[in-house]
């Protein structure tokens, strides 16, 4: 299995609400990461987790909250959004190491009304 | 800080080869991706080159001179399927959980 699953695909929400983006991976990865991605525009590193520990926060704002439960599944916790935070939301999972592909999922498209 | 440029668009026709170029700033350089990504798809790893010289995968092969700060990919063979984003995308040393940072992206269109 070399896939990384995402839910919702797409995710209409308002600007008080909170919602939680899902991503799952089954391939024994130890590290795993959110990207923010605006159209037309590369991804931006957002979160990284390693052995399911937040190893890296791109000091991205706290409305955005990750949560690693196990080390299969990744969360990303949204409160209080604002319309600009409407993007493409990647999840991504790699083996730690020197070097080593990271595997996308299909993202999650977010509209913050 | 960390700077990677690459073109935003190229265009080709069916069966032409293009090379995106793609050159990098960055303290404690370790290795050089790239990545494909069609509109409404999510990227997907090409290739990576973390030592100077030429990869060949099938029709696409990637090129690293670290003494330039200079890599590119080659697409050979161009198929209409190969319309897509294309990302370089650094590696740095002690980076944790391999985390890579992408150029703007090359847009590149085939036309038949």
């Known amino acids: 299995d070399t896939e990384v699953t995402q839910t919702p695909k797409h995710l209409v929400m308002g600007m008080t609400n909170k919602k939680s983006l899902k991503c799952e991976q089954h391939?024994?990865?130890?590290?795993m990461y959110w990207y923010k991605q605006k159209a037309k525009k590369p991804p931006e590193l957002m979160f990284v987790y390693s052995y399911e520990k937040l190893s890296i926060n791109e000091s991205v704002p706290s409305r955005f909250s990750p949560e690693c439960p196990n080390s299969s599944l990744l969360n990303l916790h949204l409160h209080a959004l604002q319309p600009e935070d409407s993007a493409l939301y990647l999840c991504?999972?790699?083996?730690?190491?020197?070097?080593?592909?990271?595997?996308f999922g299909p993202g999650t498209r977010l509209t913050v009304l | 800080g960390q700077s990677l440029e690459q073109p935003s668009e190229v265009t080709a026709v069916e069966g032409a080869i293009v090379q995106i170029n793609c050159t990098y700033q960055?303290?404690?350089?370790?290795?050089l991706s790239w990545y494909q990504q069609h509109d409404g798809g999510a990227p997907t790893f090409l290739s990576y080159?973390?030592?100077?010289g030429l990869e060949e995968t099938g029709r696409f092969s990637s090129f690293l001179s670290r003494s330039d700060s200079y890599g590119y990919l080659l697409l050979q063979e161009l198929q209409m399927k190969d319309s897509a984003s294309y990302f370089c995308a650094v590696k740095r040393i002690k980076a944790a959980g391999n985390k890579l940072t992408f150029g703007g992206g090359t847009r590149v269109l085939v036309k038949p």
């Open positions: 960055t303290s404690g350089f370790y290795g």
């Open positions: 991504a999972s790699s083996q730690e190491g020197p070097y080593n592909e990271q595997f």
């Open positions: 391939m024994g990865h130890r590290a």
């Open positions: 080159n973390a030592l100077d």
